[in-house]
């Protein structure tokens, strides 16, 4: 376990050697879920290291935290605990807020390059100066399902998450891992990955960013999210899969972990 400054233990695995690869969960899900990008990292030379959050998985569940202030000083607190440098760092769905939080709060003095997978980046609320964005009381009635029954919310979705091609072992899987999670931190965790607005954070990025998205996302639909965080980006770049959902780790792990492993070779100048 690592100690955060506010004293949660957060469970994390750290495997292989090389350039490190830090990768941060999709909302719900634990360090359980990169199994296989992980191997890939591990099998091509590089170090994997990923960890569950707080209310995820085995981590503590302090019931608070949800924030991104919060959640990015976990991150810190586990680059330093691991003395990780030059990392390449990816995160998936509403963990892009937790990365680009860490950037604008602690500096880029750790992290070479960031990954984000279907980002719920910039902001998915509905609001005057965003009009693609949800509107409250769908987000609200969605909070509302999640809390009346979870598991039968996570059995509805697991389709529309990894699409046709994730088998029914994976997406049960999936289901599973999500299950360990405690439901009042993902209830406020949803809340602050729907309606923190990451515009200005994201202008003041200046490291290499790779956007990985399929256009068939129906979680964080592509034009709002991906193509929105790479128009505000400096010099990011957007990798589109064709027909892909939102579970890319479910529905391309393959092709996911060497398109990453790509990725996390190339220079930081690159």
């Known amino acids: 376990m690592i100690r ?3 004293g949660v233990a957060l469970f994390h695995r750290d495997i292989g050697q090389g350039p490190p690869v830090l990768f941060l969960a999709s909302w719900s899900l634990p ?10 990292m591990v099998t091509a030379g590089l170090r994997a290291v990923a960890y569950d959050r707080r209310g995820h998985g085995r ?7 949800w924030d991104y202030d919060t959640l990015a000083d976990d991150l810190a607190d586990v680059l330093a605990a691991r003395d990780l440098r030059g990392v390449t760092l990816v ?3 509403g963990a892009a807020g937790e990365a680009v939080r860490y950037l604008t709060r602690h500096g880029r003095g750790r992290v070479a390059r960031l990954a984000l997978l279907g980002p719920a980046t910039p902001l998915l609320a509905h609001r005057p100066d965003n009009p693609q964005g949800i509107p409250a009381e769908a987000l609200q009635a969605l909070r509302a399902e999640l809390e009346r029954d979870f598991p039968l919310w996570l059995a509805r979705n697991a389709r529309d998450f990894g699409g046709p091609n994730a ?3 994976m997406l049960d899987w999936i289901c599973s891992l999500a299950r360990q999670a405690s ?3 993902l ?4 809340r602050s990955l729907a309606e923190t607005d990451f515009r200005e954070e994201l202008r003041r990025l200046d490291l290499p960013v790779l956007v990985i998205q399929g256009d068939a996302d129906a979680t964080c639909p592509i034009n709002p999210t991906g193509r929105a965080t790479v128009a505000l980006v400096p010099g990011a770049r957007l990798l589109v899969y064709p027909g892909a959902p939102h579970g890319l780790i479910a529905s391309d792990p393959a092709r996911l972990a060497a398109d990453l492993l790509a990725f996390a070779r190339v220079s930081p100048a690159g």
């Open 4 to 6: 955060t400054r506010d």
């Open 59 to 65: 981590s503590d569940d302090p019931g608070r935290g």
């Open 91 to 93: 995160a998936m769905s």
């Open 183 to 185: 439901l009042p931190f």
């Open 187 to 190: 209830l406020g965790f949803h």
């Open 167 to 169: 088998s029914e072992t």
């Open 31 to 40: 360090s359980d879920s990169w199994f296989p990008q992980m191997q890939a």
